[in-house]
């Protein structure tokens, strides 16, 4: 099991970027999300998916979208890229009702200037 | 989303125990606590989680009282190691969201 996968580990966007955080998880799990980290802050919750073709938003949606297609695959997408959203992404899934761990990926470090 | 309450830090040395309390005052009747680990540039890591009463693992215990507004994270025997970001957030049963507080930085000493 390679667990929870993302990609890129870092990127450098310009302002008005657009572009698609990759997340996906071999363990079959119901549930997916998306956090990001500010330098020195808690994770904070953008959107979430508890299965394939549901999902809901969380605390800081905007300037976010997501889709999710497949049980194993939960991309982020960045719609025109702003320096507040300069920040490190999480992406995390846990396998559903009456469980509530998460598993997180390493993350992916992103710049926009 | 409801948003959990903890100490910004604490200071600890090698082989003691650490309790790290966590309050909750809202918490919703179905709502799960569950606490994580995360070092510098890694993604967190789940340690435990309970909903009432004491629950142990390999690694650690928690402690939530019957009113359920606040828990203790307790570490046995800390080593450097264990130097970290404590999160403890509130799970809900009914959805996959969940809010992570400011966390606790810990710092064990030698």
């Known amino acids: 099991n390679a667990g929870v996968t993302q990609t890129p580990k870092f990127q450098v966007l310009k302002t008005g970027q657009s572009m698609t955080l990759q997340c996906a998880q071999d363990?079959?799990?119901?549930?997916m999300s998306w956090y990001r980290q500010d330098p020195g802050m808690g994770l904070r919750l953008i959107h979430y998916s508890v299965g394939a073709g549901i999902t809901d938003q969380g605390e800081v949606p905007n300037g976010y979208n997501v889709s999710r297609s497949t049980t194993e695959d939960f991309p982020l997408r960045l719609l025109s890229a702003a320096p507040s959203q300069t920040s490190v992404y999480f992406c995390?899934?846990?396998?559903?009702?009456?469980?509530?761990?998460?598993?997180f990926g390493p993350g992916t470090r992103l710049t926009v200037t | 989303l409801a948003k959990t309450t903890q100490p910004i830090s604490m200071d600890s040395y090698e082989g003691q125990e650490v309790n790290i309390t966590c309050s909750h005052n809202n918490i919703a009747t179905n709502d799960y606590i569950t606490w994580y680990q995360q070092f510098p540039s890694q993604g967190p890591r789940f340690i435990i989680q309970?909903?009432?009463t004491k629950v142990t693992n390999e690694v650690a215990s928690l402690f939530i009282p019957a009113d359920r507004k606040s828990s203790t994270l307790s570490l046995p025997r800390v080593s450097l190691s264990d130097t970290a970001v404590y999160y403890c957030l509130e799970m809900s049963t009914n959805a996959g969201k969940s809010t992570f507080g400011d966390g606790t930085t810990l710092t064990v000493k030698p």
């Open positions: 363990m079959n799990h119901e549930y």
């Open positions: 309970g909903y009432k």
């Open positions: 995390a899934s846990s396998p559903g009702p009456g469980r509530y761990e998460q598993y």
